[in-house]
């Protein structure tokens, strides 16, 4: 595809599955679109959890973070409150708001993700690393 509109960006076609994926054991992080190819103005992200995983812990940042749960149900921490949201579920969580999500159930769970601003990938060779080094179950 040819560069497209005033940004000089191209347009970006992936199929079901496809992206730069980051194994991290229990989960699977598989990136659309970051950096250059947003021009850091967002990021676009699935996240995959095994059943009874844990997610990173509680944590905060001046990015605001947007979740669609793709496929079955996500437990989230949003600032204070765990919610179970199921498939198709919208989850906007504001910069430097608390939160968490990990998959309590017995099926696997998938969410998209938007982190706002981005660029956000550049950070997931430490996240990797990170969650490699621990059991993250449940």
């Known amino acids: 595809m040819t560069a497209n509109g005033a940004t000089g ?7 079901p599955g ?9 989960l699977e992080a598989v990136f659309k679109a970051d950096g250059d190819e947003t021009g850091d103005a967002y990021s676009i992200s699935e996240w995959w959890l095994d059943p009874r995983t844990a997610g990173p ?3 905060s940042h001046p990015e605001e973070s947007v979740f669609i749960v793709l496929e079955g149900t996500m437990s989230m921490l949003v600032d204070d409150t765990w919610i179970d949201a199921p498939r198709g579920s919208f989850v906007l969580i504001p910069g430097d708001v608390p939160h968490d999500f990990e998959n309590r159930s017995g099926e696997r ?3 998209l993700s938007l982190s706002i601003p981005g660029p956000f990938e550049p950070r997931m060779p430490a996240i990797a690393d ?4 621990r059991d993250r179950s449940t």
């Open 9 to 15: 960006r191209r347009p970006i076609v992936l199929a």
């Open 18 to 26: 496809e992206g730069r994926r980051y194994e991290m054991g229990r």
């Open 57 to 59: 812990g509680a944590h």
């Open 109 to 111: 769970a998938g969410m």
């Open 130 to 133: 990170w969650f490699q080094e």
